[in-house]
């Protein structure tokens, strides 16, 4: 054999051994891409149903918190007022909804107890609070009980509001 036919023949396994490891790759790729897709075809219910269930919690207590936002205001303000020269805020993303239970023996009431962190000025927190509200069946809407569970102090510049 010559020189340029032997450098021919390698040329020709080189090129086979390319061809080969670029299938393989691309073998294992598509091995890999289709087991993933059959997994989340297969067993969607699986992989989805704790996280579907979770976000559908979090858009109906999301619903409860942006409907009593206003009486859950007015209640801060009343329990408040006493103690600053200002109304604390309460916004949607300091409220969360801490228990709900229903009441069969006295027309299908439904008591709603909220947890808030109401604040003042740029976001400092002033207390924290439970506050539990009965709707009836007839939609009226009525303060239930309300909680003051922990005082937070002031910074030095918001002092002056304090009663």
């Not at 691309?26 to 579907?52: H, T």
């Not at 006493?82 to 229903?102: N, Q």
């Amino acid at each position: 054999m010559d020189r340029d036919e032997k450098s021919y023949k390698m040329h020709n396994e080189n090129n086979w051994k390319k061809s080969a490891l670029i299938i393989s790759i691309f073998v294992f790729a598509a091995i890999a891409l289709f087991s993933g897709f059959l997994y989340k075809r297969v067993s969607p219910n699986v992989v989805d149903a704790a996280e579907y269930e979770s976000n559908v919690e979090k858009v109906y207590n999301q619903a409860l918190v942006n409907t009593y936002l206003s009486d859950i205001q007015a209640a801060v303000d009343l329990h408040y007022a006493d103690y600053y020269t200002t109304a604390p805020v309460v916004a949607y993303y300091v409220i969360e909804v801490k228990d709900i239970c229903s009441d069969q023996k006295e027309n299908s009431s439904i008591y709603i107890k909220f947890h808030v962190m109401p604040y003042i000025g740029a976001h400092n927190t002033v207390g924290e609070d439970e506050i539990t509200f009965m709707a009836s069946y007839t939609g009226d809407v009525k303060l239930e009980n309300y909680n003051h569970i922990k005082d937070y102090e002031l910074p030095e510049h918001l002092k002056s509001l304090k009663k």
